[in-house]
């Protein structure tokens, strides 16, 4: 069993930078890989990031360049470092453990980005 919980979020305008934790409670080190998904209003839940416990990362298109996702595995915590934010980035943020029975999920955070 894996609890995830994320902070970070909030208002910020366009071209600013907020940056997402996600906090475990348990150690991260075994885990096989770490998400960063998020969901605006009336559309489906997308992947925007992911590490492996190997720190191989992979980014959506759209944040290629902008954002950026690390893992301290001391601190058990993945973060998402997003910057140029732009009004299309609003959303709720969730984290996601992939391991090898089950994936775990946070409860999202609210980042909205104004023009």
């Known amino acids: 069993q894996v609890q995830l919980v994320e902070s970070g979020g909030g208002l910020v305008q366009v071209g600013g930078s907020l940056r997402l934790s996600c906090a475990a409670s348990?150690?991260?080190?075994?885990?096989?890989?770490m998400d960063w998904y998020r969901q605006a209003p009336g559309k489906r839940r997308e992947l925007v990031a992911g590490i492996t416990k190997g720190g191989v990362t992979n980014y959506a298109n759209s944040v290629k360049g902008r954002f950026t996702i690390s893992r301290d595995n001391a601190k058990n915590t993945v973060y998402l470092q997003m910057n140029s934010l732009r009004p299309e980035d609003t959303a709720v943020y969730y984290c996601a453990a992939e391991t090898a029975t089950k994936d775990y999920w946070g409860q999202g955070t609210q980042v909205t980005v104004s023009s």
């Open positions: 348990k150690n991260i080190f075994s885990i096989n890989v």
